[in-house]
């Protein structure tokens, strides 16, 4: 058992590779909220949450008063167990998703620090013991270029980000990269809910057509009406992302026949916890499944979906994490990607050495 003693919080910016372009946002620099906490015996476990007003609605700004506020109720808390986590996260404060997933994340992290397990057998059972993680696509000059070598090193799955010009643009860009990258790997795309009801259906018409296995959330994520419009095209498959924020969000998207599949996303549950029942929901229904970071999430997030990924009773749509595409990141030894499979480190926690002087540097 030990007491939480300290909470600390920084708000940082990490340099990308590239621009990543999206239907509604374009994204030069990261921005994630790092959570450090302390117990009484003076170790220390980490969290991360992107701030995203896109998809949770919380700015770093938001995320740093919510956190100010759930420091307070929890400072002093004692912590036996992984069940004493999620307790005294989901008693914290209401919404406030991705504030709450970044301190409970260090607060597991603590906890396998302070036990000597690592943070995948405290959340679950290890279940797979492989990680292929998906590509991202998103509209710089060298996209082709970079897919091909990317699918010679080894990555299976390829995500274009499309939406952020014309549809026509879009569907030739998965014509050529279904041509390019061949028919063995898996091959989406995903707008972000950036297009309008019209073209959400006329991309949804070209997706088989092109050569794409599934199609991310087309419409805005609260359009149901216009995502079972989608998901109705014979032999398409459409994946709800923004719209899905709860297991009851689950739930609508499959009485209607809004998707076949979801990308679940930390910040967007709140909890390990909840995800893991969410992911349960997914295999019972026969809905394809993936969890994914937020572009430009360092290697302590990646850390956990790794942790998580191994232990989730789904995976078939892969996961992904955002580090191969950073310009820098905050830990001493960053994780490794090999042969398009992110190698995850055996703990204890989520095996982490922050490199602090780096966290300084990036601080905004
Ligand atoms: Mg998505």
């Known amino acids: 058992m030990f007491k ?15 621009t990543i372009h999206m239907s509604n946002v374009t994204i030069t620099k990261s ?13 220390i476990g980490w969290g991360e949450a992107a701030a995203s007003l896109s998809m949770t609605g919380e700015s770093a700004n938001s995320m740093i008063a919510a956190i100010n506020y759930i420091k307070e109720k929890i400072i002093g808390k004692n912590i036996e167990d992984i069940k004493d986590i999620y307790r005294i996260i989901s008693r914290s404060i209401y919404g406030n998703f991705a504030a709450k997933s970044a ?91 950036g297009y309008c009801p019209k073209d959400a259906i006329n991309f949804s018409k070209r997706s088989q057509s092109v050569g794409l296995d599934y199609f991310e959330q087309p419409v805005n994520g609260a359009d149901l009406y216009t995502m079972k419009q989608c998901n109705k095209i014979p032999n398409v498959l459409i994946s709800a992302d923004e719209g899905i924020h709860t297991i009851y969000d689950l739930h609508k998207h499959y009485k209607m026949k809004a998707c076949e599949g979801g990308s679940l996303k930390l910040i967007k549950f709140g909890s390990i916890n909840t995800l893991i029942q969410a992911t349960k929901y997914m295999k019972e229904k026969k809905m394809h499944t993936n969890i994914s970071g937020k572009a430009g999430d360092s290697s302590i997030s990646a850390a956990a979906i790794g942790n998580i990924s191994m232990v989730l009773p789904k995976l078939d749509w892969y996961s992904n994490v955002s580090i191969q595409y950073l310009g820098d990141d905050i830990i001493k030894i960053p994780h490794e990607i090999t042969d398009g499979k992110l190698k995850v480190v055996e703990g204890p926690g989520l095996g982490l050495s922050v490199n602090e002087e780096k966290l300084e540097y990036y601080k905004i």
Request: one cysteine or more.
């Open 31 to 43: 921005n994630s909220i790092i959570i450090k906490i302390r117990n009484n015996y003076g170790q």
């Open 4 to 18: 939480i003693s300290e909470i600390s919080c920084i708000n940082i910016g990490l340099p990308l590779i590239e």
């Open 103 to 193: 301190v409970e994340m260090a607060l597991i992290d603590l906890l396998g620090i302070n036990q000597k397990k690592p943070f995948s057998q405290l959340i679950g059972k290890k279940i797979r013991h492989e990680l292929p993680i998906i590509w991202r696509i998103s509209g710089s000059e060298k996209e082709i270029q970079n897919a091909l070598k990317k699918r010679d090193e080894g990555f299976v799955a390829f995500k274009i980000k499309v939406g952020a010009k014309d549809l026509s643009y879009d569907l030739k860009r998965a014509e050529n990269l279904r041509k390019i990258l061949g028919d063995e790997i898996q091959l989406t795309a995903d707008a972000n809910g």
